[in-house]
């Protein structure tokens, strides 16, 4: 039987990054440099590398994604089997979930990274990279839309988080749990996802402010308010628990409504935005009856992102509501 056709696409990250003369580490190696790490890759892959970035996974843009899911987009049409995105774990949540929206192609794309280091002891890159070469060249990953696979576990986009600074184990999808594990060199999937809605046509090339506002106990609003004034074209809002806000920010929301599209999303690390049970002033009935839009379970940073792509694809608003609602 053939090996699975694959790209290995990197843009940096810890996984590629070795110790510079000016102290600490820098993203130095390319796609070909980490593929002729792993041992057994070949066995289970044929590969082909880009590296278009080098980068630490906190200078990506929403543009930079946006191209490479029209890399995606491209090369998936043709022969290949699938795609591995390698990228600084510290944005991996955020990177899968823009893929996860644009590219709408059955065969898998996994984002991976590593935790410590190439030079370090227990470098976890190459069992990483492994693994997600693995998944992407499976059958049983397909349809999944975009997966981030770390420590051997298989995540949804748009469930997954980093949730450690610092252990390999850092990945979890809190609302379900991973879909899937790689054992014995073989993706087995436990759970099955709906994909969720993508964000298809063409996207407008500015990228429009999307301010991500957490809300903390006696918050006053000031920051919300000043929203509009900074230039901001949408507020995601994380309230507290299943979407509250202190009494006195309500009339704030419904100012901001007026001006620009607002979601609610919790501040919790997980579970969905309520929608009919606390009616009291900045309870979630009172924020989503004065126009602001639920979240549902997604995260205010993954809520942000489909917040500035569908203000890109020039979507009316009252479509949006789709797009953030659960497959
Ligand atoms: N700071 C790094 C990055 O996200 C962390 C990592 O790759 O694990 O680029």
Not at 32 to 50: K, Q, Y
Not at 240 to 257: C, D, F, K, N, R
């Given at each position: 039987?053939?090996?699975?056709?694959?790209?290995?696409?990197?843009?940096?990250?810890?996984?590629?990054?070795?110790?510079?003369?000016?102290?600490?580490?820098?993203?130095?190696?390319?796609?070909?440099?980490?593929?002729?790490?792993?041992?057994?890759?070949?066995?289970?892959?044929?590969?082909?590398?880009?590296?278009?970035?080098?980068?630490?996974?906190?200078?990506?843009s929403?543009?930079?994604?946006?191209?490479?899911?029209?890399?995606?987009?491209?090369?998936?049409?043709?022969?290949?089997?699938?795609?591995?995105?390698?990228?600084?774990?510290?944005?991996?949540?955020?990177?899968?979930?823009?893929?996860?929206?644009?590219?709408?192609?059955?065969?898998?794309?996994?984002?991976t990274?590593?935790?410590?280091?190439?030079?370090?002891?227990?470098?976890?890159?190459?069992?990483?990279?492994?693994?997600?070469?693995?998944?992407?060249?499976?059958?049983?990953?397909?349809?999944?839309?975009?997966?981030?696979?770390?420590?051997?576990?298989?995540?949804?986009?748009?469930?997954?988080q980093?949730?450690?600074?610092?252990?390999?184990?850092?990945?979890?999808?809190?609302?379900?749990?991973?879909l899937?594990?790689?054992?014995?060199?073989?993706?087995?999937?436990?759970?099955?996802?709906?994909?969720?809605?993508?964000?298809?046509?063409?996207?407008?090339?500015?990228?429009?402010?999307?301010?991500?506002?957490?809300?903390?106990?006696?918050?006053?609003g000031?920051?919300?308010?000043?929203?509009?004034?900074?230039?901001?074209?949408?507020?995601?809002?994380?309230?507290?628990?299943?979407?509250?806000?202190?009494?006195?920010?309500?009339?704030?929301?419904?100012?901001?409504?007026?001006l620009?599209?607002?979601v609610?999303?919790?501040?919790?690390?997980?579970?969905?935005?309520?929608?009919?049970?606390y009616?009291?002033?900045?309870?979630?009935?009172?924020?989503l009856?004065?126009?602001?839009?639920?979240?549902?379970?997604?995260?205010?940073?993954?809520?942000?992102?489909?917040?500035?792509?569908?203000?890109?694809?020039?979507?009316?608003p009252?479509?949006?509501?789709?797009?953030?609602?659960?497959?």
């Amino acid at each position: 039987m053939s090996l699975p056709r694959l790209l290995l696409l990197s843009l940096g990250g810890t996984i590629t990054m070795t110790r510079s003369s000016g102290g600490g580490i820098v993203p130095t190696l390319t796609a070909s440099d980490l593929a002729a790490t792993v041992p057994g890759l070949d066995a289970v892959a044929a590969i082909e590398t880009l590296s278009p970035l080098r980068r630490p996974s906190a200078g990506l843009s929403l543009d930079d994604l946006i191209g490479v899911a029209r890399t995606l987009i491209e090369r998936l049409a043709g022969d290949l089997d699938g795609a591995v995105v390698i990228q600084g774990t510290d944005t991996i949540e955020e990177t899968a979930f823009v893929l996860d929206r644009l590219v709408t192609s059955d065969k898998p794309v996994v984002v991976t990274g590593a935790m410590r280091g190439p030079e370090s002891a227990g470098a976890d890159g190459p069992a990483n990279l492994l693994a997600a070469a693995i998944v992407a060249g499976s059958r049983a990953a397909r349809g999944l839309g975009t997966l981030a696979v770390l420590n051997d576990e298989i995540h949804a986009a748009r469930l997954v988080q980093k949730a450690h600074t610092a252990l390999p184990s850092a990945f979890r999808s809190p609302l379900a749990g991973p879909l899937g594990l790689v054992i014995e060199g073989e993706a087995r999937i436990h759970v099955r996802v709906g994909r969720s809605l993508p964000v298809v046509g063409p996207l407008a090339a500015e990228p429009p402010p999307v301010a991500l506002v957490k809300i903390g106990l006696g918050d006053d609003g000031r920051l919300l308010a000043a929203l509009p004034e900074l230039g901001f074209a949408g507020a995601v809002i994380e309230g507290m628990g299943a979407g509250h806000v202190p009494e006195a920010l309500a009339e704030t929301v419904s100012g901001l409504v007026e001006l620009m599209p607002v979601v609610l999303a919790t501040r919790a690390q997980s579970g969905p935005v309520f929608c009919r049970t606390y009616g009291y002033p900045g309870g979630e009935i009172d924020l989503l009856r004065r126009g602001a839009l639920s979240a549902g379970s997604l995260s205010g940073l993954k809520a942000r992102l489909l917040l500035q792509l569908l203000l890109r694809a020039g979507l009316a608003p009252s479509a949006y509501g789709a797009f953030f609602a659960e497959p």
